[in-house]
């Protein structure tokens, strides 16, 4: 009998009754990795919404369910649960652990970058055409430089001379 332990350190939103705002703490919202310790004192961590397999169960382990922390769950045959977990739709598991579609955040929906296949992009903006129509969020500038692009710089600037005294104090 083989044992899956899962991090269950996110907890479920919980919803202010009048305001409707989200009433976990940071923790709750973001989770926290899980230590656990089999019997042989190798130390294991399990991070949040990840899971492992054990061949046995421990004392430790069993406080870690009762405190919540960690879900265990009895496993006949490792092949089908790693297939299900390869071939299984993570979709869902995500949407599982955030509770409802309605906690997305309103930018995620409205992002202006989008994914594509290599070699396969139709995205125009290059070249820096993008920003001629971008806003500054200071204001317009104060003053505008311009340089010709034929002006050279000086290679060096002359240093001083230094006197006879000068570099005599120095020397010393």
Known sequence: MKYKITNTTVKAPKLHPKTGADLRSAVERVGHGITIRPNNNEHIIIQTNRSRIFDHVN??????????????????????????????????????????????HAAVENRIARASE??????????????EEAINPDGEPNFVVRADKSFKRKQKVEKPQLSDEVTAEVEK
């Open 59 to 104: 004392e430790g382990m069993l406080r870690l369910q009762r405190g919540k922390f960690i879900r265990i769950e009895e496993i006949e045959d490792v092949s089908e649960v790693l297939k299900n977990h390869t071939l299984g739709n993570k979709d869902d598991a995500r949407a599982a652990v955030r509770g409802s579609s309605e906690d997305v």
């Open 118 to 131: 290599m070699g396969n992009d139709s995205h125009e903006q290059r070249g820096g055409k993008e920003t």
